[in-house]
């Protein structure tokens, strides 16, 4: 049982250690977003993914390069918008690579994070756009295991949601905080503020998820239940459990 992973760098899903790309095992340098996925599927699967090296990476790179060389037309009355036709080509080669590496004994699901961003005035019709997009490109290439895994309006924002001052309270406003770094309120401004005042940093992120200062199970937000009740989903039928 294997996830495919993609993410946008070292500050979410992770990183190759050397130059092989896709990597796992030791090549694979998790960051905050996969061990957050490794706590959500640990109690469904009974064991850790990253432990048991069930992990396997693919850089943005090379998925924006894959998906270069596809081919087809865009699904009838899907949103021409720039952005949105590039999650839907990284979700169609997110999951080509999935069923390349698929084998009866190992099927292989597919993890594709991408951050929202945008701003408050962009509502969440920009956040819908997007997970409907890799969605639709899952399902062009008519691959059942694939989650979108898209914050709102970035992954601080979930993680805030575990540090902030009264831990997992009142979460929801969070997705309508600005996705612009710049801004003075940004959701990475905040995190990095409520980190400060828990004496941690960003790099300690993920240790706060392995060792249970952040709950995984705790965090209760739109965009981040939507996430997890995918991942679920699919992890139950990659472990051949019905949902």
């Not at 490794?38 to 090296?53: H, K």
């Not at 998906?67 to 918008?81: H, N, T």
């Not at 770094?181 to 240790?207: E, F, T, V």
């Amino acid at each position: 049982m294997i996830l495919l992973l993609s993410g946008e760098g070292s500050g979410d899903i992770g990183s190759c250690a050397g130059i092989a790309d896709p990597c796992e095992g030791d090549n694979f340098r998790p960051g905050p977003m996969a061990i957050l996925i490794d706590r959500l599927v640990e109690p469904i699967w009974g064991y850790s993914p990253l432990e048991a090296t069930a992990f396997i990476y693919a850089s943005e790179g090379l998925i924006s390069s894959r998906s270069k060389r596809l081919r087809g037309m865009v699904l009838p009355g899907f949103k021409q918008a720039r952005e949105t036709i590039y999650f839907y080509k990284n979700a169609r080669a997110l999951a080509q690579m999935a069923k390349e590496r698929t084998t009866q004994e190992s099927p292989v699901g597919a993890v594709l994070f991408r951050d929202s961003d945008g701003t408050r005035s962009a509502g969440n019709s920009l956040w819908q756009d997007k997970w409907n997009s890799i969605s639709r490109g899952f399902l062009k290439e008519s691959f059942e295991l694939g989650v979108p895994m898209v914050p709102k309006p970035k992954s601080e924002a979930w993680l805030l949601c575990a540090v902030q001052q009264n831990h997992y309270h009142n979460c929801a406003r969070f997705e309508d905080i600005s996705g612009n770094d710049a801004s003075p309120i940004s959701a990475k401004r905040q995190l990095d503020d409520a980190l400060a005042a828990m004496d941690k940093r960003y790099d300690d992120i993920g240790d706060m998820i392995r060792n249970g200062t952040i709950q995984a199970a705790q965090i209760v937000m739109p965009s981040y239940d939507r996430f997890r009740e995918r991942l679920e989903q699919v992890a139950r039928a990659i472990l051949g459990r019905p949902n």
